[in-house]
């Protein structure tokens, strides 16, 4: 299943993914850093979800709060863990 999820206090302004039976088929970011956005979906595709929410969940930005990778670990939670 195909979800959008916008960001929240980061260069990158919205993200969509794909998600089938648990595990990352597709990740893209729009805005930001694109090299490193391309590297992190690369990077995340084929992982369980669980597994991209604990590796990146938390990671912040130059004191942000957030950043891109931790924005994709919220939009995660935010949007398979409460279905």
């Not at 597709?26 to 992982?47: P, R, S, T």
């Not at 669980?50 to 924005?71: A, H, Y």
Request: overall charge positive.
């Amino acid at each position: 299943m195909k979800y959008q999820y916008i960001t929240k206090g980061t260069c990158s302004k919205m993200i969509e993914f794909e998600v089938e039976e648990n595990v990352i088929k597709n990740v893209n970011f729009f805005g930001g850093c694109h090299g490193n956005l391309q590297g992190i979906a690369a990077l995340v595709k084929g992982m369980s979800v669980e597994e991209v929410v604990k590796r990146l969940d938390g990671i912040d930005c130059k004191g942000k709060g957030t950043s891109c990778p931790n924005q994709l670990a919220q939009a995660l939670k935010t949007t398979l863990f409460n279905e």
